[in-house]
């Protein structure tokens, strides 16, 4: 079976019963060996000390003094955040219970790369098994942000990092930054589309994340996200779905929606208190998708037998920036 996004750190976990991934000592030493954290040579005595101690037990409770007594402050203060991360983990035992815990309460200061990075591994053990290399490509756009490209009725979407790195060095390394800085114009970023026919280049450059989608209405790589949004909500909530894009929404019964993002979340609500957008807004929708539940049970009296409609848009600057949280926050449910 092919491997993917081995960068997630999904071979530094294991399951527990329910099939969710468990923080271990290995994991939590991925993180504590990152650039902020690991000492230099000139790094204090307490620090490498401190480095050493945590190594041999990522768990072991931290005393105020012991980053006190650091002579770096600026080092102390990434490891405060590491050990808030640390300690979130620590606290859920998994990370999908650390990833729910995040939104659930008072606001935690981790930052959203550490969550990004959450998702990406919950994904892949999510998704793990997978053969359609469609799905997995669509999965990005929940921890990846996109660089959405609107052209010859095409909506092509491209990772927004590769995409802004290959803009400024035209694909050439430090040489294409030396021809930037000197005012010599780069190429247009070309990057390849994943599709039907060759899906199989998929594999080997899953981390890699440089290849693109077309993410029109009735394309593949919209219907392989809603398979990626029914899996996402299986996996979390144990509820079964039925996902199905939509070219627009035309439903008198329009009870409840979700926005994927900051910009659907406004533009959804705008529609359904019945304003009228400007065109430009509209634009920005990229997807439109009818959630059903099939087991009604779960959800509120007012929902049942009605969907719940999604929406993703891009902001104004073409980026796509998805908020998979909003998927587990703001459904239709019961209460517990």
């Not at 969710?20 to 040579?41: F, G, Q, S």
């Not at 490498?48 to 006190?68: C, G």
């Not at 009735?218 to 219907?223: E, F, G």
């Not at 533009?267 to 920005?284: H, S, W």
Request: hydrophobic share 45%.
């Amino acid at each position: 079976m092919t491997d993917f996004w081995k960068s997630s750190g999904y071979h530094l976990v294991s399951r527990d019963e329910a099939g969710w991934l468990k923080v271990t000592p290995d994991y939590l030493r991925a993180y504590l060996t990152r650039p902020e954290i690991h000492p230099v040579e000139e790094s204090c005595a307490a620090e490498h000390r401190l480095f050493e101690a945590l190594m041999a037990d990522p768990f072991r409770p931290v005393r105020v003094d012991e980053l006190a007594a650091f002579a770096d402050a600026d080092a102390a203060d990434n490891y405060r955040v590491i050990l808030r991360f640390r300690d979130l983990l620590a606290g859920a035992g998994t990370l999908e219970g650390a990833y729910l815990a995040l939104f659930a309460g008072e606001a935690i200061a981790i930052p959203p790369l550490f969550i990004d990075q959450m998702v990406h591994l919950i994904l892949r053990g999510i998704l793990d098994g997978e053969t359609d290399p469609m799905r997995l490509r669509a999965a990005e756009l929940f921890f990846r942000d996109q660089r959405a490209t609107t052209r010859d009725g095409q909506i092509m979407l491209a990772d927004a990092e590769i995409v802004d790195m290959r803009t400024e060095t035209g694909g050439f390394g430090g040489l294409g930054q030396l021809l930037a800085g000197a005012g010599t114009p780069m190429r247009e970023v070309s990057l390849d589309v994943v599709d039907g026919d060759n899906g199989q280049i998929y594999w080997e450059r899953s981390d890699r994340f440089d290849t693109a989608i077309d993410f029109r209405f009735t394309q593949p790589a919209v219907d392989a996200f809603a398979r990626v949004l029914e899996a996402w909500v299986r996996h979390f909530l144990g509820l079964a779905t039925q996902v199905q894009a939509m070219a627009s929404i035309r439903d008198e019964r329009w009870t409840w929606h979700v926005g994927l993002d900051s910009g659907a979340t406004a533009i959804l609500n705008t529609l359904y208190e019945g304003g009228e957008p400007e065109e430009a807004e509209l634009q920005r929708i990229i997807g439109l998708f009818r959630m059903e539940f099939l087991d009604t049970s779960a959800l509120i009296p007012a929902m049942r037998g009605k969907p719940v409609y999604l929406g993703l848009a891009m902001a104004p600057d073409g980026i796509v920036k998805m908020k998979p949280q909003n998927l587990l926050t703001n459904l239709p449910l019961r209460q517990g």
